[in-house]
């Protein structure tokens, strides 16, 4: 290959790395904005399996909207690959309901601290499946992250057995579902974003709306739209639903371009600038330990993006700077 066509095939690697980055920003954005959105529509609007129904119901319309504007096209799929689909939904309502009845089991620091091993869970998920192999510097750049969330969460650390095994499963599967989002973008299927939303998001609907009949929650939702109702809440919850369909846009898109162990860290880190912000704009209290916990995760993901970017560095140098014929002159001298 000429030294043109080896400049042509490396060169769009920075912008490719500055646009994974980019993504990931956003994705931190709307992250941030639905948890904190969602703290203050739940205060009142207890329905937390109705508001995911509506999150996957503006997926719907959000996603029909742009595939009349030709954004996208559906792919051709076997009956093999749309049942693919139909569990890859399933598991997204599913870890959903377990952390909903996980978290009436354990206290919040509990809570927290054992969905900050999604990380792990994420690698052991990579190793064991699909025999990925990573440095020993993401390895170690992981501890940090991981403990971080527990000293920065550190309190009233309660839970029941069935508690303790429920919030562990609810963390496996939520790197379950972060790797499957990735594979199904990325593997044989390569949906892009907005297709994968589209085909999923009425999936999330009819299963949502199954969760809450199940616990309860159409009956006293009735009962609420009767008394308590305004349009002022309509709003929002509008609001809320077009926030969420960004976020799962910019999520799909992110995990894709950064891969399910990155977003699983950022998810964490998420975590503790959701405190930040808490601090900040609610006055939370917190400790010595607390800070250093906070201090660790934000260092730890710092270290990670670094210790990624120097490993895609790495992978791609030598195609630049140790060619074929760079390699036999080296040799004959």
């Known amino acids: 290959m000429s030294a043109r066509g080896t ?19 956003i994705y931190f954005f709307f992250n941030l904005a639905l948890t904190l959105y969602n703290k203050a529509v739940l205060g009142n609007f207890p329905f937390p399996y109705m508001l995911t129904f509506i999150h996957a119901a503006c997926g719907t319309i959000g996603c029909s909207f742009f595939y ?22 399933l598991l997204y309502t599913i870890n959903i309901a377990i952390s909903n009845v996980s978290l009436n089991l354990v206290t919040v620091p509990f809570h927290q601290i054992v969905r900050a091993m999604t ?29 971080g969330v527990g000293f920065a969460t550190a309190g009233d650390y309660y839970f029941t057995p069935m508690g303790f095994i429920l919030t562990l499963l609810g963390a496996f599967l939520a790197a379950l579902k972060t790797v499957a989002t990735n594979r199904v973008q990325t593997g044989r299927l390569k949906l892009s974003p907005l297709e994968l939303l589209f085909r999923m998001s009425p999936l999330a609907c009819a299963q949502c709306l199954i969760y809450a ?14 008394s308590s109702m305004t349009g002022d809440m309509m709003f929002k919850l509008a609001m809320n639903g077009a926030i969420a369909f960004g976020l799962n846009v910019v999520s799909f898109t992110a995990n894709k371009k950064t891969g399910a162990l990155t977003m699983t ?10 405190i930040v912000l808490a601090i900040i704009f609610f006055h939370l209290a917190v400790t010595p330990m607390n800070a250093l916990g906070i201090i660790l995760t934000l260092a730890g993901g710092a270290w990670y993006a670094k210790v990624e970017l120097d490993n895609k560095q790495k992978s791609a140098t030598p ?3 140790r060619p074929k014929e760079d390699l036999e002159a080296n040799i004959k001298a």
């Open 265 to 274: 860290v950022a998810a964490n880190v998420k975590q503790i600038l959701t």
């Open 68 to 89: 009349a504007r030709g954004a996208f096209t559906l792919s051709s799929l076997s009956d093999r690959e749309n049942f693919t689909l139909f569990l890859f939904s």
């Open 7 to 25: 400049a042509q095939a490396v060169e769009p690697a920075p912008d490719s790395l500055r646009t994974k980055y980019l993504w990931l920003a």
């Open 119 to 147: 990380p792990l869970f994420t690698v052991i998920i990579y190793v064991i499946a699909f025999r990925k192999v990573y440095s020993t510097m993401t390895y170690v750049s992981l501890i940090p992250v991981v403990a």
């Open 319 to 321: 195609a630049v700077t």
């Open 213 to 226: 009949f199940l616990t309860g929650e159409l009956t006293a939702l009735k009962e609420y739209w009767s």
